[in-house]
Antibody, heavy 120, light 107 residues
Framework: EVQLLQSGGGLVQPGGSLRLSCAAS????????MSWVRQAPGKGLEWVSV????????YNADSVKGRFTISRDNSKNTLYLQMNGLRAEDTAVYYC?????????????WGQGTMVTVSS | DIQMTQSPSSLSASVGDRVTITCQAS??????LNWYQQKPGKAPKLLIY???NLETGVPSRFSGSGSGTDFTFTISSLQPEDVATYYC?????????FGPGTKVHMK
C-alpha cells in the first residue's frame, strides 16, 4: 500500500524549533519530488516547501524562507521539515505530499497530517 | 506569484444536483491545474490533474475543464459523500498556489 506516515509536531514556544518526519512506503521514494503543505486552523491550504527527487534542489514559500529547511534521506525513504524560529502564524496542520517526477506536478499521495502549535 | 481565485466560496445543493465550481488564475497557466477534495479532519485527496484528467479510482461524476486562466470543476450528480471543501491548485510555477476553497453543503 502506498503510504506516507508522519511523525513529530506538537506544542512549541515562539522562537523554538521542531522537526517533522514523513516515512514513505509502497513506492520508489527516491524517484519522486516531495512537498510540505500546511493548513492553519479553519483556513485553506498553503504550500510550504518542495524538494527534488535527489534532494539536489529545494524551494520554499516566502513565509518560511530562511527559517524552514526541507530535506530527505532516500536510503531511509524519509522526508523531513526542520522548522526554526517558529512564530504563532506557523500554527497549522502540516501535511507531507508526494509529487511526480518533477517538482511541478500534482500531489497524489498525502500524509495523515501532524499538528504544530506555536504558543507560550 | 500566481494568484488563484475560486467561486463560489460556498454552495448548498441537493442530492442529484449538478454542481459547478470555477477557478481563475492571475496569469496563463496552460492546463497546469489540479483539483482536490478535503473532508473535515482529513488530508486532501487528488481528484483531477492537468485540468481535465480524472485520477485513478475517482468516480466519473467528477470532471474538470478549462485552460489558460479559467477552469471549471463539475460534480454531475451530487452525492451525500461529496460534502467537502474543494480546492484548485496551479503547478505552472513556484510558488505552488491553491485557491481559497469552495465548501459544498447538502441542502
Amino acid at each position: 500500500e502506498v503510504q506516507l506516515l508522519q511523525s513529530g509536531g506538537g506544542l512549541v514556544q515562539p522562537g523554538g524549533s521542531l522537526r517533522l518526519s514523513c516515512a514513505a512506503s509502497g513506492f520508489t521514494f527516491s524517484t519522486y519530488a516531495m512537498s510540505w503543505v500546511r493548513q492553519a486552523p479553519g483556513k485553506g491550504l498553503e504550500w510550504v516547501s518542495v524538494i527534488t527527487s535527489t534532494g539536489s534542489s529545494t524551494y520554499n514559500a516566502d513565509s518560511v524562507k530562511g527559517r524552514f529547511t526541507i530535506s530527505r534521506d532516500n536510503s531511509k525513504n524519509t522526508l523531513y521539515l526542520q522548522m526554526n524560529g517558529l512564530r504563532a502564524e506557523d500554527t497549522a496542520v502540516y501535511y507531507c505530499a508526494k509529487s511526480g517526477a518533477t517538482i511541478l506536478d500534482a500531489f497524489d499521495i498525502w500524509g495523515q497530517g501532524t499538528m504544530v502549535t506555536v504558543s507560550s | 506569484d500566481i494568484q488563484m481565485t475560486q467561486s463560489p466560496s460556498s454552495l448548498s445543493a441537493s442530492v442529484g444536483d449538478r454542481v459547478t465550481i470555477t477557478c481563475q488564475a492571475s496569469q496563463d497557466i496552460s492546463n497546469y491545474l489540479n483539483w482536490y477534495q478535503q473532508k473535515p479532519g482529513k488530508a486532501p485527496k487528488l481528484l483531477i490533474y492537468g485540468a481535465s484528467n480524472l485520477e485513478t479510482g475517482v468516480p466519473s461524476r467528477f470532471s474538470g475543464s478549462g485552460s489558460g486562466t479559467d477552469f471549471t470543476f463539475t460534480i454531475s450528480s451530487l452525492q451525500p459523500e461529496d460534502v467537502a471543501t474543494y480546492y484548485c491548485q496551479q503547478y505552472d510555477n513556484i510558488p505552488l498556489t491553491f485557491g481559497p476553497g469552495t465548501k459544498v453543503h447538502m441542502k
